[in-house]
């Protein structure tokens, strides 16, 4: 974990964030909260636990909800306990907690809070000035506000795998849930933004946060030129409409490639430069950025001939060098293993009691107040004593009582 | 009229293209004041860029200019001389948040980094938006949006045939996500502020941002095991079935079912099919991984009797994760989106009657909307220097004929 010094303001320290969510938007607004200094809670329930911790990979390999390597990078800084949300005293016991919190983060299936008696108006009823998320598929309301999604189902919902593929080919799903963390961090822009009403008015807000809306919010464009032009945007590979070149090129090596970027003139003749002044550079065909663009397949050809011969780094190098954009699409193990990512401390060496892992760092770099990871993702229930003995004053005797008959559990 | 969430704070925003008109745009459609600096040469990508009304090129008609850059003032500026420095300065004073887009260097080779800066207004917030971030080897390294995606890794491991070139974002995806997350660091250092009483800079990267939030645990799986996941292609997320993208008898249509009740239901929306209640297909949707190409080409049939719509609601009927791969045409005009008012009107003064995509969450309390239109080119020069900055009214014509503003 790394150390907090005493001179380093935690914005949110003193704030309560109580994270009943699923999955991963839920955990992406908590955990930006708890990064900066919040005590974010994770509520969950063995009765019914999230998918996600059956997710791989695990720590050390072995099957285990409390060793999903996912709930390890998002839960970070997280306390956990767990409640049988069905249960009388449960929900008491969550009221209680509600009572002191400021913020509280949920996504079950709209309508299941307010069956629980969880919903916006019964919580402020305990805590007036709270900010309430409920980030769902398509929204509170709405013909369709009940369907089930993932992430990876809103990308096709919200218009972006339509786009995604190779160009004038068919579309191509994402491999993984892009929309989920996207959603995560407009979720945690609106709660930033309500607490700042809330510092200022001391009236809380309740945000209906539709997935499906936030992520199509980010099509405005392409919905411009349907709007105007009667227009359908399909896929268009790595082309852009005004860069030329602008694509991705095979390196040495296997699976290797480069992206480059050219807007302007000036970045072309860098181009020239570091390609070394080759002779087809002359041909008319390329004379201007109008030609080029007309003659882009051709001109991607002899672009490719050239980081051929080059290692994806290397060519990187020699184009930045003449102040062009080019970098290496990124596996796995370049993210990991490049000096850059290290230096920004991008990724975290953390001790976890199952062994020692990696996770990702603070996101975003604060040059005053940088926050910090300061706790493991907790292990499933793990602070019901600390929440609900020591915070709410459940005497030892319910507790183990309570843990018993499965209210806590 | 109620009072907004931003309100009160004052955003000086500069940089071309997307990623900090994004960030400004979702400041000031929550009611910050923002002031848009660009080139008085109107050569901003995002004039240039389109997509237009009938296609004809217009700097005051541009697609990504009116989308983003609604709720906004807009003045022209030009801070390469003395001239235009002792405006930028100003403009940092007044605000309390600058969002600057440019590449990194650039600013600080005006002598308007966050040093200089800091010494006009300590209170301010500054936040940089960059493909790469401002420190660490690559610090100085240039970047658009589409180097900012491959670097993410996003392309590499998610998106893409395995035997075929990694693939965009499209339409800017990764100068969206900065933008979002630079507004996310803004509010952050503005409560940071009112504990500390000074600002601070945050440095944002587009490709480390995503590479953490949506990367990170094939890092983690990488660091633990040596596994070096590669982009599946139509299979969409590797390791899972059913998880795909498939043609219907209309349109596409991606049905997913993780949950073993998920898959049970999916079974009965099929009819019951005899290849679908073998044993072999039973369990949870890793376990049917190893089956994805059987289970896919069996599923043909069905799905190819259906339209994408029709599959979207007998899956949804029966709780089945499943969608339509929505085209912006159905965007649109879809009925769900109507009915929560999601898009917005707006009059232009240059590109007449726009239908634009609206707020992305609803905040309880206020309307989300959309006050003024896009500035035009310097529109709001004399209201923003002379109102707001006090500059005589009288120097205007000189600051014109420098190329100033």
Not at chain 1, 12 to 32: D, E, M, P, S, T
Not at chain 1, 103 to 111: A, F, H, L, S
Not at chain 1, 378 to 404: K, M, S, T
Not at chain 2, 27 to 37: E, H, N, P, S, T
């Amino acid at each position: 974990m790394t150390e907090t010094s005493q001179d380093t303001v935690l914005p949110f320290k003193g704030l309560r964030v109580l994270n009943f969510g699923w999955y991963w938007v839920c955990a992406v607004i908590a955990h930006i909260l708890a990064d900066m200094g919040a005590e974010a809670i994770k509520v969950e329930s063995w009765q019914r636990l999230e998918v996600l911790k059956s997710l791989a990979p695990f720590l050390g390999g072995i099957e285990e909800p409390d060793r999903c390597m996912w709930a390890h990078n998002l839960s970070r800084n997280n306390l956990g306990i767990t409640v049988d949300l069905r249960s009388k005293r449960g929900r008491e016991l969550i009221l209680d907690l509600v009572r002191q919190s400021d913020v509280v983060v949920e996504n079950w299936t709209p309508g299941t809070m307010k069956k629980l008696g969880l919903d916006y108006e019964s919580l402020r009823r305990v805590r007036p000035d709270l900010v309430m998320i409920s980030p769902s598929g398509a929204g509170q309301t709405g013909p369709l506000h009940h369907i089930s999604t993932y992430g990876s189902v809103l990308g096709p919902l919200a218009g972006l795998d339509g786009m995604n593929g190779y160009e004038g080919e068919r579309p191509i799903p994402f491999g993984m849930a892009l929309p989920d963390p996207i959603a995560g961090v407009f979720g945690a822009y609106a709660v930033l933004a309500a607490l700042r009403h809330r510092n200022e008015t001391g009236e809380g807000r309740y945000i209906d946060f539709s997935q499906w809306e936030a992520m199509t919010s980010t099509l405005g464009v392409p919905l411009l030129d349907y709007h105007w032009n009667r227009r359908v945007a399909t896929p268009m590979g790595n082309r852009s409409p005004i860069f030329v070149p602008h694509n991705v090129y095979p390196c040495q090596g296997e699976d290797n490639w480069l992206s480059i970027a050219v807007y302007s003139e000036e970045e072309w003749r860098g181009l020239c430069r570091a390609l070394g002044e080759p002779p087809w550079l002359d041909d008319p065909r390329f004379a201007d950025k109008f030609r080029r663009k007309r003659h882009e397949p051709e001109l991607d050809e002899c672009i490719a001939q050239w980081t051929r011969e080059r290692s994806h780094y290397d060519a990187a190098a020699l184009l930045q060098a003449e102040g062009v954009a080019a970098f290496p699409a990124s596996s796995a193990r370049d993210l990991y293993t490049d000096p850059h990512w290290k230096a920004r401390d991008a990724w975290l060496e953390v001790e976890h009691p199952y062994g020692r892992e990696v996770i990702y760092g603070l996101h975003l770099k604060f040059s005053d107040t940088p926050g910090s990871v300061r706790t493991n993702c907790p292990f499933i229930g793990e602070h019901n004593g600390l929440v609900f003995g020591d915070l709410l004053g459940v005497p030892a005797g319910e507790l183990a009582h309570l843990e018993e008959t499965k209210v806590l559990y | 009229m109620a009072r907004r969430e931003m309100e009160g704070v004052r955003v000086f925003e500069y940089g071309p293209f997307i990623n900090a008109a994004y960030a400004g745009k979702l400041m000031a459609d929550l009611g910050a004041q923002v002031i848009k600096a660009e080139s008085p040469d109107g050569d901003d990508p995002a004039r240039i860029h389109g997509p237009f009304p009938g296609d004809i090129p217009d700097l005051e008609k541009s697609g990504y200019h009116l989308y983003a850059n609604a709720n906004k003032f807009g003045v022209t500026l030009r801070p390469e001389s003395p001239t235009g420095r002792r405006l930028f300065k100003a403009l940092a004073a007044w605000a309390d948040v600058l969002i600057d887009g440019t590449q990194p260097g650039e600013l600080a080779s005006l002598g308007l980094d966050y040093d200089q800066l800091q010494t006009v207004n300590p209170r301010l917030v500054m936040v940089g938006i960059s493909s790469l971030g401002r420190s660490g080897p690559y610090g100085e390294y240039k970047g658009y949006d589409l180097t900012s995606w491959h670097a993410s890794g996003a392309s590499h491991v998610y998106q893409g045939e395995p035997d075929r070139e990694p693939l965009w974002g499209a339409w800017n995806n990764a100068s969206h996500w900065g933008a979002t997350n630079a507004a996310v660091a803004a509010t952050i250092a503005l409560h940071a502020r009112e504990l500390t009483g000074r600002g601070q800079y945050v440095d944002v990267s587009e490709a480390e941002a995503l590479a953490s939030l949506f990367l990170a645990v094939e890092v983690s799986d990488f660091n633990q095991s040596g596994a070096c996941k590669v982009r599946a292609g139509v299979k969409g997320m590797e390791g899972h079935a059913p998880s795909t993208m498939r043609q219907t008898k209309e349109g596409w249509v991606f049905v997913m079912a993780l949950a073993p009740h998920q898959w049970d239901n999916l079974v009965e929306v099929m009819g019951n099919p005899d290849w679908a209640t073998t044993p072999l297909f039973r369990g949870t949707s890793r376990e049917r991984a190893p089956y994805a190409e059987e289970i896919y080409g069996l599923m043909a049939e069905w799905l190819e009797s259906h339209t994408a719509r029709e599959l979207f609601e007998l899956c949804q009927a029966r709780g089945v994760p499943a969608a339509p791969v929505n085209t912006v045409k159905d965007l649109y005009e879809d009925e769900h989106l109507q009915a929560r008012g999601y898009f917005v009107e707006q009059d232009h003064p240059a590109a007449g009657r726009l239908r634009m995509a609206g707020a992305p969450f609803r905040i309880s309390g206020q309307p989300w909307r959309i006050d003024r239109p896009a500035p035009l080119l310097g529109q709001h020069n004399e209201e923003v220097y002379c109102g707001l900055l006090g500059l005589p009214k009288a120097e205007l014509p000189d600051l014109r004929r420098a190329g100033v503003i």
